[in-house]
C-alpha cells in the first residue's frame, strides 16, 4: 500500500510500504476513505515531537470502512464505517476507567502516527478497536466526521471546557488555525458576552469572524488593547492558547484577568518563560492538556443533527494520492487559504 512515511525533521515520502495486518486479536484493519493533516503531523516534521522515529506512518485523524478485525473485537465488522479516534484507550487502565483516555496506560494514548504507524495511509491498524472508533451514521458524510477525530473535541475539551468558559465571559483565542476555529465554534455552546480572535493572518481573522468571532485583531499591542476596552480594564475571563509557540502563551497571561483561566491547546517544541513574578499574586489558573475524546460521542451527535456542520472546516480537498500537494498547501497556509485538508479514497 501506499503512505505517508516520516524519514527525520523536514523529510517525508508518500512511499511504498508493506499493508498492516490484525497483531493483536483486539486489532482492526481499517481501509482509509478520508483523512486529514494536523498542525502537529507540522510540528513533528520540524522536530518539535522527538518520540517520532523516522520510518512513521504519519496521521491520527481519519475515516474509513473496517476491513478485517481480530477475535476479540465485538462491536465492529467488515464493512462498517467508522471514525478513528486521534486517541486509543485500552478500557481497562486507571486512566481510561475515569475517562482520562489521552493518558492510557494499557498501551493506548496517542500513538497513532506518534509511537505506531498511523492513519495517512490506505490501511491502518487500530489498536483497541471497540473502544478506539466510533460507528458513523448514514447522515454523517466522511468530510463532516474526519473533523471529529481530533481538532473538535480537542478545542472543547483542552480549550473550552479546561478553560471554564461561562455565560457572560469574554474569551480570547490566540491562534485563528483549524484548532483555534473549533474553539470558538465549541465557545458560543456556553453563550460568552465577547469571543476574540487573535491572528497575524487576514485569511484566517476573516474565517474567525464567520465561525463566530465577535472581534478579530491582528497583533499582541492590539489585543491587550481590545481586552482592556470590552473588559473595562479586568482582562479576559478566558485565554485559550492555540499556536503553541512562546510568544502566544506569554501573550495570554498578559490578556487574561485575575482569577481568570489560561487554557494552552498548541503542542510547544520549545521552552516557554513562565512569569511568576508577575502571575503568582492574581490567582490565574493555567491549565494543559491532550485530549481525551470523551466529548466525542456528543460532538458526533450534534454534528448528525445538524447544530455543528464540520464541512465548514474544510477548504482544501485532494485525493489520497495527493499527499504532497495538500501538505504543501497545509504548510502555507497564510498564502493557500488553508484550513483544514481532506484526502479521499
Known amino acids: 500500500m501506499k503512505a505517508l512515511v516520516y524519514h527525520g525533521p523536514g523529510r517525508r515520502a508518500w512511499e511504498e510500504v508493506p499493508k498492516p495486518e490484525v497483531n493483536e486479536p483486539t486489532d482492526a484493519i481499517v481501509r482509509v476513505t478520508a483523512v486529514t493533516i494536523c498542525g502537529t503531523d507540522l510540528h513533528i516534521l520540524k522536530g518539535d515531537v522527538p518520540e517520532v522515529e523516522p ?8 475515516v474509513g470502512v473496517v476491513e478485517e478485525v481480530g477475535a476479540s473485537v465485538t462491536g465492529l465488522k467488515a464493512g462498517d464505517r467508522v471514525l478513528i479516534s486521534c486517541i486509543t484507550t485500552c478500557g481497562r ?11 492510557c496506560l494499557g498501551g493506548g494514548g496517542w500513538i497513532l502516527g506518534h509511537t505506531v504507524d498511523g492513519v495517512q495511509a490506505e490501511y491502518v491498524r487500530v489498536p483497541f478497536a471497540d473502544t478506539s472508533t466510533h460507528l458513523l451514521p448514514a447522515e454523517v458524510s466522511d468530510t463532516a466526521a474526519v473533523v471529529l477525530a481530533d481538532i473538535l473535541p480537542t478545542a472543547y475539551e483542552v480549550g473550552v471546557l479546561n478553560g471554564q468558559v461561562k455565560p457572560a465571559d469574554t474569551v480570547v483565542i490566540v491562534g485563528a488555525g483549524p484548532i483555534g476555529l473549533a474553539a470558538i465554534l465549541t465557545a458560543q455552546l456556553y453563550s460568552p458576552s465577547h469571543i476574540v480572535a487573535v491572528d497575524l493572518a487576514q485569511s484566517r481573522l476573516d474565517a474567525a469572524k464567520q465561525f463566530g468571532a465577535d472581534v478579530t485583531v491582528a497583533s499582541a499591542e492590539e489585543a491587550e488593547r481590545v481586552v482592556r476596552e470590552l473588559t ?18 506569554e501573550l495570554c497571561t498578559k490578556l487574561v484577568r485575575p482569577g481568570g483561566h489560561v487554557a494552552n491547546v498548541g503542542v510547544h517544541g520549545k521552552p516557554v518563560t513562565l512569569h511568576l513574578e508577575d502571575l503568582w499574586i492574581r490567582n490565574v489558573t493555567i491549565t494543559t492538556g491532550l485530549v481525551d475524546t470523551v466529548s466525542t460521542p456528543t460532538l458526533l451527535r450534534m454534528v448528525a443533527a445538524g447544530r455543528i456542520d464540520g464541512e465548514r472546516f474544510i477548504t482544501h480537498r485532494f485525493a489520497l494520492g495527493e499527499m504532497k500537494q495538500a501538505y504543501e498547501v497545509f504548510e502555507n497556509a497564510g498564502d493557500s487559504g488553508a484550513l483544514k485538508v481532506v484526502l479521499q479514497a
Open 93 to 103: 487502565c486507571q486512566y481510561c476507567r475515569t475517562g482520562s483516555y489521552g493518558q
Open 232 to 249: 473595562n480594564g479586568l482582562g479576559a475571563d478566558v485565554a485559550i492558547e492555540a499556536v503553541g509557540v512562546p510568544a502566544t502563551f
Open 55 to 62: 520510518g512513521r506512518i504519519l496521521g491520527h485523524e481519519a
